[in-house]
């Protein structure tokens, strides 16, 4: 039996001489087969297993970026502004605030009176439709005893003296 070189005992080589030129990862098949020696040349061909380098992503996917953690990051400090300065920006900031409140008010404002003439509308239009309404006193309890489903949904109960006050106000 003859010695192998420490070389072929290796189940990988990194073809790899400078840290400037790694991959990120290198991927290459593994077999069972032995490895042979040329013997023209000392050099052992092998067989290489993938290898993972520092510094690349588990998953494998090297277009993923690797994110920071939060406590690695270098907090910068916010400049600091001078009393004239911050209070003149105090100021600003007040100013477009007592915009902001008035052109909401004015916007409420508008919306109460749209909700108003709605129900102005809503009532005239109620008026104008019991001034145009036929109305048939019914005297007989023993009709509405009598009348179906459709007959009995169009019944109303009310005031004479309001109908005919709403009849001939305008008029």
């Not at 070389?7 to 790694?22: A, G, Q, R, W, Y």
């Not at 069972?32 to 067989?47: C, E, I, Q, R």
């Not at 270098?74 to 600091?80: A, E, I, N, R």
Request: aromatic fraction near 4%; proline fraction near 4%; charged fraction near 35%.
């Amino acid at each position: 039996h003859q010695q192998r070189s420490f070389v072929e005992n290796c189940s990988f080589v990194l073809p790899i001489t400078k840290m400037s030129d790694t991959p990120t990862t290198t991927t290459t098949t593994t077999t069972n087969t032995p490895t042979t020696t040329d013997n023209s040349s000392d050099k052992a061909v092998l067989l290489q297993k993938p290898v993972k380098l520092p510094g690349s992503n588990v998953s494998g996917r090297s277009w993923k970026t690797q994110k920071e953690k939060p406590s690695k990051k270098v907090q910068v400090k916010s400049l600091k502004l001078n009393y004239q300065k911050s209070k003149d920006e105090k100021q600003k900031l007040k100013a477009i605030r007592d915009l902001e409140d008035q052109h909401r008010l004015e916007l409420n404002k508008q919306k109460q009176d749209e909700r108003l003439k709605r129900k102005e509308k809503i009532k005239q239009q109620e008026a104008n439709n019991l001034k145009s309404s036929v109305v048939v006193p019914i005297k007989d309890s023993r009709r509405i005893k009598k009348m179906k489903k459709g007959q009995l949904k169009l019944i109303k109960t009310m005031d004479v003296h309001a109908y005919n006050e709403a009849k001939f106000a305008t008029r």
